[in-house]
């Protein structure tokens, strides 16, 4: 689009209802959206795709008015816009749904459409409720203008939330991972609602990780990676090319060609992925695992089985039970189904029982939740020991001891610190980081569950940290690691196994074809 006026039409002559043109959003000097161009049009459903961190969530912040952009233009009609604030993207005609219910849930219908009117005036709830009816009954729905919205199903909550967006005047709609919560059923509900909407001549932007979802829905698919807009499949796409090649298509876009080797370039600086020994049991063997957490994703059914010196990637769009597996078998959530730690059950005990058996949980949330910000660094090295010998002794603080064992550990695992006094609040990520891994993958440890164990982290940091982690599993250790960057996956794992909806889906040996095979499962592709 480059030497167009900026009022200028698409160039199939019509004026996208919405438009992008160069848009680049930075947040601490990470570049989140680069550069984007992005038309969508009145009457079309315009689908996004793209992995975690590919700039999906920023664009839409921006087009919804809730994050500026640092560089290019937003343009309604094209006009160029200044959003601003959500009030003006809503006034302009552009309305969001989030994956995430936001009704107020002890509201009926009625009420929750009428929030944000004029606040000087009590709000007309029989007139928003048989405009309610009205729209709804045109759009094929049933819904009660006077049920409480928190006792509706997912699926109606969304219905809702989009005849809200409606109501008011939006022409584009967004719709973010809007079936990331929902049933099949429900998901082809929403489905046939968005095709009726597009036939009523309202735009939709249309946010998925399903191809199916994709190719059902879409006029056209564009695909994004690491913040930039790789490709685009346009309507005479659809008409003049099969399934398998426009899916082939999509997933070289999202995932690259396969490289040798690794599934990934390997870089000359990589440490040798460690060889898991198959001799002898499992070091930890999961069984038909389930968990009663709330939500649509709660792991079920989850079995599989790491071998001393394994690491174990767990792939798959955040949010599809990952956190809850992890916590599940580190004991801080109850579960159904077996843990079974070198041939010795665990159901039962808890966090620090299974520590000191060597099973070990690295969080995601390595302050809020791994650390005790106001602790010392060398407390919170032992902090899974606390009243344990040989740093306690008849429930005495050694302070000696403690503090030995803190040096040795900071010297090991590198952690830049003032001292091990030093509040480890006071550090940054990556060295508080440093403390987690320096922690969980010493001692006695046998297993150690790896939670997005890099996310967050500067490139030197990242590096160091997956270094440990290969040597970690090199001395015998059995990893799980649960990351979203399929880049680090693939880089450590010996096998992949991938989740979706709080279920393992597939299971990949690492290879020449892993990314690939990975990214059909990690997009829904049975073959």
């Known amino acids: 689009m480059a030497g167009e006026s900026p009022d200028a039409p698409a160039r199939d002559g019509k004026v996208p209802v919405l438009e992008v043109r160069g848009l680049t959003k930075r947040f601490s000097g990470v570049t989140a959206v680069s550069g984007l161009d992005l038309a969508v049009r009145a009457g079309e459903v315009h689908v996004l795709l793209g992995e975690n961190g590919a700039g999906k969530s920023t664009l839409v912040a921006m087009i919804s008015g809730l994050v500026r952009p640092d560089e290019g233009a937003i343009l309604v009609d094209g006009r160029r816009r200044a959003l601003g604030a959500p009030r003006r993207a809503l006034r302009l005609g552009i309305g969001t749904v989030f994956q995430h219910s936001m009704l107020v849930p002890t509201l009926t219908v009625a009420e929750n459409l009428a929030l944000g009117g004029r606040w000087w005036r009590a709000p007309a709830l029989g007139e928003t409720a048989a405009t309610l009816r009205r729209l709804a009954g045109e759009l094929g729905l049933d819904i009660d203008p006077e049920a409480v919205a928190g006792e509706l199903s997912l699926g109606e909550r969304q219905q809702v939330e989009i005849l809200r967006a409606i109501l008011r005047g939006s022409r584009v709609l967004v719709l973010d991972e809007a079936t990331a919560m929902l049933t099949p059923q429900g998901a082809a509900e929403l489905g046939a609602l968005v095709r009726r909407l597009v036939g009523r001549g309202i735009g939709v932007v249309f946010i998925t990780h399903k191809l199916n979802e994709a190719f059902d829905i879409g006029d056209r698919i564009t695909v994004l990676r690491q913040g930039r807009k790789v490709g685009e499949l346009v309507p005479r796409d659809f008409a003049s090319r099969g399934v398998d090649e426009l899916q082939s298509a999509v997933v070289e876009l999202m995932f690259g060609p396969a490289a040798p080797g690794r599934g990934r370039v390997p870089d000359a600086g990589d440490p040798p992925r460690p060889r898991p020994r198959r001799d002898g049991p499992p070091v930890l063997r999961v069984r038909d695992l389930g968990t009663d957490s709330a939500g649509g994703n709660a792991p079920a059914g989850i079995s599989f089985d790491v071998s001393p010196g394994e690491i174990l990637g767990i792939a798959g769009i955040d949010g599809n039970g990952q956190k809850r597996l992890a916590e599940a078998i580190a004991g801080q959530l109850p579960y159904r189904g077996s843990v079974e730690l070198d041939g010795r059950k665990v159901d039962g005990l808890d ?50 001891r403690i503090a030995e064992r803190a040096r040795d550990l900071v010297a090991a695992f590198d952690v830049r610190t003032p001292g091990i006094g030093t509040p480890v609040g006071r550090l940054s990520g990556g060295n508080i980081q440093k403390v987690l891994l320096a922690r969980e993958l010493t001692g006695s440890a046998r297993a150690v569950i790896c939670s997005k164990p890099t996310n967050g982290l500067d490139l030197k940091t990242t590096r160091d940290v997956r270094e440990r982690i290969l040597r970690a599993a090199a001395s015998g250790i059995a990893i799980v690691l649960i990351s979203t960057d399929l880049d680090e996956v693939l880089e450590l794992s010996n096998r992949i196994a991938v989740m979706a909806r709080g279920r393992l889906v597939g299971m990949v040996a690492n290879g020449p074809e892993a990314r690939r095979r990975v990214g059909e499962i990690m997009l829904g592709i049975v073959r």
Do not use: M, Q
């Not at 090295?381 to 005495?396: A, D, F, Q, T």
């Open 351 to 400: 966090v620090g029982e299974r520590s000191r058996l060597g099973l070990r949980y690295i969080t995601d949330d390595r302050l809020g939740e791994g650390t005790v910000g106001s602790f010392s660094v060398a407390l919170n090295l032992v902090l899974k020991e606390i009243g344990e010998p040989p740093c306690w002794r008849h429930g005495i603080e050694r302070r000696d």
